[in-house]
């Protein structure tokens, strides 16, 4: 089966991207540490087998080739709209193209385990499977993954909240999907968030931070 894992990126712009970080720590500072986080999650995203990694990034359209050739990432354009058109065009993309199983990812938690994406992309081979879900300790979700477009989950959900999972599951449970739901992660928005993945990675000093 044909898989695919969208990761949704911002160009990193000062003043642009983890608004809510730069409050705490200055707008050059959250840009250069959006920068790393990307980095970290694309190279962790380059490490799955027999998928696809394909960057949809929220930028003007002349920056779209010089991201590509920067990052050397297969690159695309994410449409006008809230979170919630943005992702259903890009899934749909992927559909339209042959892709039989499709995952996204943001670029904003660059220690998000390998193993929680290899596990949806396997959950989803299971026909008992509709909807993967990553849940995020904020309450929305780090991850989304399907084998089909359910317009429902991308309309009338409060997007950047603390109810996305709840309404999330509520509109896949009214469409009567199966969910599956990995373990719960952190991403990082907030300097609380950014100083309790420090903390993480201080208790796991094999890992490197690139």
């Known amino acids: 089966m044909k898989a695919r894992l ?3 990126a911002r160009e990193p712009i000062p003043g642009k991207v983890k608004t809510r970080l730069a409050s705490a720590i200055g707008n050059q500072a959250a840009s250069e540490l959006y920068e790393t986080m990307f980095r970290d999650t694309l190279k962790t995203a380059r490490q799955l087998t027999n998928v696809e990694v394909i960057v949809f990034w929220a930028c003007d359209e002349e920056s779209l080739p010089l991201l590509a050739e920067k990052y050397q990432c297969s690159s695309r354009n994410q449409c006008e709209g809230d979170l919630g058109r943005r992702m259903q065009v890009a899934f749909e993309e992927m559909f339209a193209e042959g892709c039989g199983a499709c995952c996204i ?4 938690a660059p220690d998000l385990p390998l193993t ?4 949806a992309c396997q959950l989803l081979v299971s026909p008992q499977v509709d909807i993967v879900f990553g849940p995020s300790i904020d309450g929305g979700y780090y991850l989304l993954g399907m084998r089909q477009v359910w317009p429902q989950l991308f309309t009338n959900i409060s997007w950047s909240s603390d109810e996305v999972l709840e309404q999330s599951l509520a509109a896949a449970n009214l469409a009567g999907l199966a969910v599956a739901l990995l373990p719960k992660w952190q991403d990082i928005d907030t300097f609380e968030d950014l100083q309790a993945f420090q903390e993480r990675t201080r208790l ?3 890992r490197e931070i690139t």
Do not use: E
């Not at 990812?105 to 904003?108: A, Q, T, V």
């Not at 929680?116 to 596990?119: L, S």
């Open 6 to 8: 969208i990761l949704f």
């Open 105 to 108: 990812i943001g670029s904003d």
């Open 116 to 119: 929680y994406i290899q596990d």
């Open 204 to 206: 796991m000093p094999s």
